[in-house]
């Protein structure tokens, strides 16, 4: 039993396992982003990356996705790991990534129960019998979102805030001192920025939220350090369509 979960832990930390997992949600985000049109919603890092690589004279639609499959094809050539998925593994991915996301949506509750909000949400809590047809945008939405807010603070931003604080150490000679301490800057950094950056474009800032979505950056992150980027993307997905199915009066 033991050798059976070690075996899987390592094998879905492959970059091409977490490429032949993200695949499916990948098509199923363009197709419904292509199928939807005008009612398409976007989120904020895929619009900012989008708009980065028309400025560098990139705008064609599918170089994002294709990179995002690039990146993790390149990854997976330096690791040296054999050119084979196990689709039980895969399977086993998306249980693990409904399971940690739960365990998010339970933090996100008892943070309000912390704020004395307990009594109001829980008679009110329900899971919606049926998607509604104007939700269908949200749920391709989020998927979405749990993909390329992950590339983007994660999977691009964790090795380069890593990078940087390492070139700095560098400089002030204290490299040795700072190297076990460069993944935690990295992730409290990225952790920081994915809060942040739910508050650009929109109306108010609560502490509360920004609390609770640097956690959610600091839990993604250890995820994708530890789990790989696959089961980062699909617990974040898995986070925000929950929040879809769950509502709070």
């Given at each position: 039993?033991?050798?059976?979960?070690?075996?899987?832990?390592?094998?879905?930390?492959?970059?091409?396992?977490?490429?032949?997992?993200?695949?499916?949600?990948?098509?199923?985000?363009?197709?419904?982003?292509?199928?939807?049109?005008?009612?398409?919603?976007?989120?904020?890092?895929?619009?900012?990356?989008?708009?980065?690589?028309?400025?560098?004279?990139?705008?064609?639609?599918?170089?994002?996705?294709?990179?995002?499959?690039?990146?993790?094809?390149?990854?997976?050539?330096?690791?040296?790991?054999?050119?084979?998925?196990?689709?039980?593994?895969?399977?086993?991915?998306?249980?693990?990534?409904?399971?940690?996301?739960?365990?998010?949506?339970?933090?996100?509750?008892?943070?309000?129960?912390?704020?004395?909000?307990?009594?109001?949400?829980?008679?009110?809590?329900?899971?919606?019998?049926?998607?509604?047809?104007?939700?269908?945008?949200?749920?391709?939405?989020?998927?979405?979102?749990?993909?390329?807010?992950?590339?983007?603070?994660?999977?691009?931003?964790?090795?380069?805030?890593?990078?940087?604080?390492?070139?700095?150490?560098?400089?002030?000679?204290?490299?040795?001192?700072?190297?076990?301490?460069?993944?935690?800057?990295?992730?409290?950094?990225?952790?920081?920025?994915?809060?942040?950056?739910?508050?650009?474009?929109?109306?108010g800032f609560e502490w509360s939220t920004?609390?609770?979505?640097?956690?959610?950056?600091?839990?993604?992150?250890?995820?994708?350090?530890?789990?790989?980027?696959?089961?980062?993307?699909?617990?974040?997905?898995?986070?925000?369509?929950?929040?879809?199915?769950?509502?709070?009066?």
């Amino acid at each position: 039993m033991a050798e059976a979960s070690d075996k899987y832990m390592e094998q879905s930390r492959r970059p091409l396992t977490s490429l032949a997992f993200l695949v499916p949600l990948l098509v199923l985000y363009e197709g419904g982003i292509i199928a939807l049109g005008a009612d398409a919603l976007r989120n904020g890092p895929e619009v900012w990356l989008r708009s980065l690589l028309a400025t560098l004279d990139f705008g064609q639609y599918f170089l994002l996705p294709v990179l995002i499959v690039g990146s993790l094809l390149a990854w997976h050539h330096t690791t040296g790991d054999p050119w084979r998925v196990s689709p039980g593994v895969v399977l086993a991915m998306f249980v693990e990534c409904a399971v940690l996301a739960f365990l998010l949506l339970l933090l996100a509750q008892s943070q309000r129960w912390f704020e004395g909000h307990l009594n109001a949400m829980l008679p009110s809590l329900r899971i919606q019998a049926q998607i509604d047809p104007k939700e269908i945008g949200k749920f391709i939405g989020y998927i979405g979102a749990g993909i390329y807010e992950e590339f983007l603070f994660r999977l691009m931003l964790i090795p380069l805030v890593s990078a940087l604080v390492g070139l700095l150490a560098s400089l002030l000679r204290i490299e040795r001192r700072l190297q076990l301490f460069k993944p935690v800057i990295a992730v409290l950094v990225t952790s920081l920025l994915f809060s942040a950056a739910h508050y650009i474009g929109a109306e108010g800032f609560e502490w509360s939220t920004f609390v609770f979505r640097f956690i959610a950056g600091v839990f993604f992150a250890v995820l994708f350090l530890h789990r790989g980027f696959g089961v980062a993307a699909g617990t974040h997905a898995a986070y925000d369509l929950y929040t879809l199915a769950f509502t709070a009066g």
